[in-house]
């Protein structure tokens, strides 16, 4: 830990009060490992027969190549969450394919089948929408979380020029983790509390709601009950909770939901396995 203190140190000193206080808190999440926070969300979806979404840095992936094929055997998924965690405006656009391809690449050689993108911090450019077609996603879950497409109920596709490009988008929910456990500072029941809330109102839409959970907090003792929570609730109300390439690829819309009143999609991205990497990212 003492480099990892020194660095915490020097984010402080660099990036102020806030960053320090979160790279507190990761450092307490990180002490479960990995291993263990996937098993708490498997066997809570498995208890379900519901299935979970994993966007993950490809990079990380490469670490722990057999925790990925436990959550592609369990029948949840993997998808393209950047090769390395950088903002994709950021980046110019030859740099943001070459990330695209390595990425790609990378989970070939795992052998992980890759149907879906989001970009690292949802952050896109106006390039980055034709790179994802280019590069054969069957859908993206990231430009879903632009203020204009959060609140819609059904699956889209983003329209460039006058041309309607041949990728699914799904709607991102702005309830996330983050938002709930570190800026709102919500107990376990409070988030079940907004996240049923918000299930409610997927079903009386009758449409598709997704939520980012991103398992290195909900994947840990104190939170994997929510997840156990929000799903017993929504199939009581009728809700289907496939994969997402599942929910796209069975072509399901709002007209009928593989017999189910509404469709839930869980997914949480992967950034980092370990702590030192967190840290990585911020210094
Ligand atoms: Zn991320």
Not at 46 to 75: C, M, N, R, W
Not at 79 to 104: F, N, T, W
Not at 144 to 167: A, C, M, P, W
Not at 241 to 260: C, L, M, R, Y
């Amino acid at each position: 830990m003492s480099t990892g203190v020194a660095w915490a140190r020097h984010l402080r000193r660099r990036r102020g009060k806030k960053i320090f206080q979160q790279a507190l808190t990761m450092y307490r999440f990180h002490r479960t490992p990995f291993e263990e926070i996937i098993e708490n969300i498997l066997s809570v979806m498995e208890s379900h027969e519901a299935y979970f979404t994993f966007p993950t840095v490809a990079s990380t992936a490469t670490q722990k190549p057999d925790l990925l094929k436990k959550i592609i055997h369990q029948g949840s998924e993997i998808a393209v969450h950047g090769y390395q965690h950088v903002k994709y405006p950021l980046i110019s656009i030859k740099d943001q394919e070459s990330d695209m391809i390595r990425a790609l690449r990378t989970y070939e050689k795992l052998g992980i089948p890759i149907k879906g993108f989001r970009a690292p911090y949802n952050s896109y450019d106006s390039n980055t929408a034709e790179l994802i077609e280019r590069h054969g996603f069957r859908w993206d879950a990231g430009i879903g979380y632009l203020k204009e497409n959060r609140e819609k109920t059904d699956f889209f596709k983003v329209i460039q020029g006058n041309r309607e490009l041949s990728f699914v988008c799904i709607p991102l929910n702005e309830l996330s983790d983050d938002l709930l456990i570190d800026e709102l500072h919500c107990s376990p029941k409070e988030m079940v509390k907004r996240l049923c809330h918000a299930l409610d109102y997927a079903k009386k839409s009758r449409g598709v709601i997704m939520f980012d959970l991103h398992p290195i907090r909900i994947g840990q003792a104190e939170y994997v009950g929510v997840l156990d929570r929000i799903l017993s609730y929504g199939e009581r109300i009728g809700g289907w909770f496939p994969t997402v390439s599942q929910a796209v690829e069975i072509g399901a819309s709002k007209s009928d939901w593989n017999g189910h009143e509404f469709c839930c999609l869980l997914t949480g991205d992967v950034d980092n396995f370990y702590f030192r990497d967190y840290l990585r990212r911020l210094g």
